[in-house]
């Protein structure tokens, strides 16, 4: 079945390749490694970001560990001005800012900050914040909570002093989408700048780790041991039974080829297509199939064109399966050959951060020629039969990815990205 | 512009309100133009230790009217308002399941803390040492409105929930415009909500920007903002597919504009707001001298009246003194996320209607706010552009442009 039409209006769109949208630079703050070279390094040496939480009590959990990010001084990448009022998810994104912006070369400056932008995935962003400015309130009394700390509530701020820090006037959204979240910021951005309103934009996504985000899933049966067990990140695999929680940033700079082109910029990847789609029901599939449909029609790519699969799997029965099915059913056979992996093994779920920082590792598999794997891979799922890229990272040249997310609530998004001329 | 004609004209077609000067379209207009206040003692918490005690409550909502019981307890208010606004917009529309084609309808919500009152829930059993059920994590999300939205109607298309704080309903409003434009939707319901948040009280309260009894933007003795909640839904629609389905049409969007201040979390710059304001005509391809109404942000506190009020000046000049602002803050309080859109809604009855919604509570200009801002009465005058500001915290700002629909 072909889905290509070489006539679409995408494929129009595309014609127009100064209108191209690639990616720049990359910044990322995870619990594998800090900066796009660590990350991509731990990705390839298919390494663990699994800890013991430290920045929190768990003892009122029956699970302990999570995906922090360790080794993180902000003040060495936003400086000390209003460092201690700042929260976490503020200075985790603020970073990925900075190093994203050294990693494009891009300077923000009275010539260009008109028409750049700012597009964060953040769901639950500020809700560490929220939870204790509430809990100060309640405990002591409205009158004696600590009124700076008021503007770190709202879950765009995060959002807004990568703006404020970096000087950046065109514009600043927030995206609330959950496990969608930075995909559909990416996606924000990206029709920002095909709408000519933006040459630039910062565009990923922010989680932290915090005890109320971990309470709630805890709650939800969603953590893998909750039950005593030792919690276990295995996606794909038969013993999957829950997500380890985790937090991380990832900024990529989008920009228009020809702006890009203009200032001397080093091309990544290009953005060659996206789509979303819901489900009412839940996570049926539907909706994930129809995502990946509309970006590959949009890419003007038969689903057999696609190299590498991304996937959103993060080790729980429900989502891992979905998955699989979908990309049997939207590759049919292909689906068999097309590596897919799921970098959730190594960094955890980040939720609303996943998609941006499956869509950087994406852009190493394009650039530096492997396939991340998927590890802690023993015990095959006869229903999850696909090739996991197990254990070990692959070197294989490839051109095409397809990046996915889903939320349970019954968004999904999809993004493909390819090599493209420098 | 050549742009222009290449890409779908974008109309309202249907409008649900829950506020607390009226559930639904009509009570919601008739309100406005009667000058008819919202603002009553908060119920929902205990304000005996804040410095304030009113605010705007929508207290005559029963969830129960619009959602079955059954569903109820895993939604939160924010989500019940929201889908009881989304009800009341499609059956404004006409818009029927054989209607709609579910694979291009999208939702594009906004909100500034849809979840709060969730997380206060939260706070309140763990200090009482109480178990916290699943219901209320399930519901904690951000995006549980939007998505709940999509999946009580049955909708498929794109499902983006926007937390941009207080200028929420614009970004969404917008974004919808957008999908539009993209050909990505054929319909997408628009808007956002609010809850009345204990948390926000407090914050506002202790920044001392809440007014004791009333809300009286641009008024010399203004003290402040009121706190309050409430939804706003519309329908936007290519205008292929309305004129298709023979509905009928409130008004056009022709644009609008985003920009950020880059400078302060929460006091807005006059040099970025007007920068919004410029960039919204330009995109919509309209001058200064075509804008006949603008709906302010308005809260009512010092900063923002008197810089909204500069930054007008600075847009508009001596047209000024010929544009009639207004702030409907003044009978509704904030409803946070959902002020810009519940204010997009005002506009787009403005524009339909010929009437502007007044500024309550005036009593002494304010040289400072050298507007003309509507005072007291509804003012039946021609309005064919409406332009509807938005500031929020972190320096996040957006204006939409409205127009009158003509063929």
């Not at chain 2, 059956?91 to 594009?108: F, K, M, N």
């Not at chain 2, 500034?112 to 997380?119: F, K, M, S």
């Not at chain 2, 506009?347 to 050298?370: G, M, R, S």
Request: proline share 4%; with cysteine; hydrophobic share 40%.
């Amino acid at each position: 079945m072909t889905l290509a039409r070489k006539d679409t209006p995408g494929r129009a769109r595309a014609e127009e390749a100064g209108r191209d949208i690639v990616v720049t630079g990359i910044g990322v703050i995870s619990p594998l490694g800090i900066g796009r070279e660590a990350f991509w390094k731990g990705l390839e040496e298919g390494r663990s970001g699994f800890k013991e939480i430290s920045i929190f009590d768990t003892s009122e959990f029956s699970v302990h560990v999570g995906g922090e990010v360790s080794d993180f001084d902000p003040e060495s990448y936003i400086g000390k001005k209003d460092l201690r009022i700042l929260d976490r998810s503020t200075k985790l994104v603020t970073s990925a800012a900075r190093l994203a912006t050294d990693d494009a070369g891009l300077d923000i400056s009275d010539d260009n900050t008109h028409y750049t932008g700012v597009s964060v995935g953040t769901t639950f962003g500020s809700l560490h914040s929220i939870a204790q400015f509430d809990l100060t309130g309640l405990r002591e009394g409205p009158r004696f909570v600590n009124p700076s700390l008021f503007p770190n509530t709202v879950i765009n701020s995060p959002a807004s002093q990568v703006s404020i820090r970096f000087g950046i006037k065109g514009f600043n959204t927030t995206v609330s989408t959950g496990f969608c979240a930075s995909l559909d910021a990416v996606i924000y951005a990206a029709d920002f700048i095909r709408l000519k309103r933006a040459e630039a934009v910062l565009a990923g996504g922010v989680e932290e780790l915090c005890e109320e985000t971990f309470r709630g899933f805890h709650t939800l049966g969603f953590l893998s041991g909750a039950d005593g067990s030792p919690p276990l990140c295995c996606p794909f695999d038969a013993r999957r039974n829950g997500i380890i929680l985790s937090e991380g940033a990832a900024i990529l700079i989008l920009e228009s080829r020809a702006h890009a082109l203009r200032r001397g910029a080093t091309v990544l990847a290009r953005i060659s297509g996206y789509g979303n789609s819901f489900d009412p029901a839940g996570s049926t599939g539907r909706g994930l199939c129809k995502a990946i449909e509309l970006a590959l029609g949009e890419a003007s790519l038969d689903p057999g064109e696609i190299d590498y699969i991304s996937a959103s799997a993060n080790s729980t029965q429900k989502l891992d399966r979905m998955e699989t099915e979908v990309l049997k059913k939207v590759f049919g056979r292909d689906a068999y050959t097309i590596p897919v992996s799921s970098i959730k093994s190594m960094v955890g779920e980040t939720f609303s951060a996943s998609g941006a920082l499956s869509l950087s590792a994406a852009v190493g598999a394009l650039n530096n020629g492997f396939l991340p794997p998927t590890v802690n891979y023993s015990e095959r799922d006869p229903g999850c039969d696909l090739d996991y890229v197990p254990n070990e990272a692959r070197q294989k040249e490839i051109r095409k990815a397809l990046v996915i997310s889903s939320d349970p609530y019954g968004s999904n998004t999809a993004v493909v990205i390819e090599k493209t001329r420098r | 512009m050549q742009r222009r004609h290449m890409k779908s004209r974008v109309v309202i077609t249907g409008i649900g309100v829950v506020s607390s000067i009226g559930i639904g379209k009509d009570a919601f207009w008739n309100s406005l133009l009667e000058g008819k206040s919202g603002i009553s003692p908060v119920e929902s918490f205990d304000t005996s230790g804040h410095f304030t005690h009113m605010g705007g409550e929508v207290k005559l909502f029963r969830p129960e009217e619009f959602i079955p019981k059954e569903r109820l307890k895993l939604m939160n208010r924010a989500t019940q308002m929201a889908l009881a606004a989304t009800g009341l917009a499609m059956e404004d529309s006409a818009l029927t399941p054989d209607v709609l084609s579910g694979a291009r309808t999208a939702v594009s919500h906004g909100t500034t803390l849809g979840t709060v009152t969730t997380a206060e829930k939260v706070n309140d059993l763990l200090l009482a040492g109480e178990e916290i059920g699943y219901e209320l994590f399930y519901q904690m999300p951000t995006h549980a409105a939007s998505s709940m939205i999509s999946r009580e109607f049955g909708f498929t298309g794109p499902c983006f929930m926007f937390s941009t704080a207080c200028a929420a309903g614009n970004y969404a409003i917008a974004y919808a415009y957008d999908l539009l434009r993209l050909g990505r939707a054929d319909v997408v319901i628009a808007g956002a909500s609010d809850p009345m948040s204990r948390l926000e009280y407090t914050g506002f309260n202790q920044f001392k920007a809440v007014a004791p009894e009333i809300c009286q933007p641009f008024d010399k003795d203004r003290k402040g903002m009121m706190l309050a909640e409430g939804a706003g839904i519309l329908v936007l629609e290519s205008l292929e597919n309305a004129e298709r389905r023979g509905a009928d049409i409130y008004a056009e969007i022709l644009g609008y504009g985003l920009s950020c201040d880059a400078r302060h979390m929460t006091t807005p710059s006059v040099e970025g707001i007007a920068e919004c304001m410029r960039k919204a005509l330009r995109e919509a391809g309209i001058t200064i001298e075509d804008v006949d109404y603008i709906s302010a942000h308005g809260t009512g506190t010092r900063a923002n009246d008197k810089n909204e009020s500069a930054a007008i000046k600075a847009v508009f000049g001596r047209l000024t003194e010929n544009i009639p602002v207004s702030s409907i803050k003044s009978m509704l309080g904030h409803t946070m996320g959902a002020a810009s859109a519940l204010e997009a809604i005002a506009c787009t009855l403005a524009v339909k209607h010929d009437i502007i919604p007044p500024t309550i509570n005036f009593e002494t200009p304010d040289p400072e706010c050298d507007i003309d801002c509507v005072p007291n009465r509804a003012r039946k005058q021609a309005v064919n552009i409406a332009l509807n500001n938005s500031y929020a915290f972190g320096g996040n700002n957006a204006s939409l442009v409205l127009k009158k629909f003509t063929e």
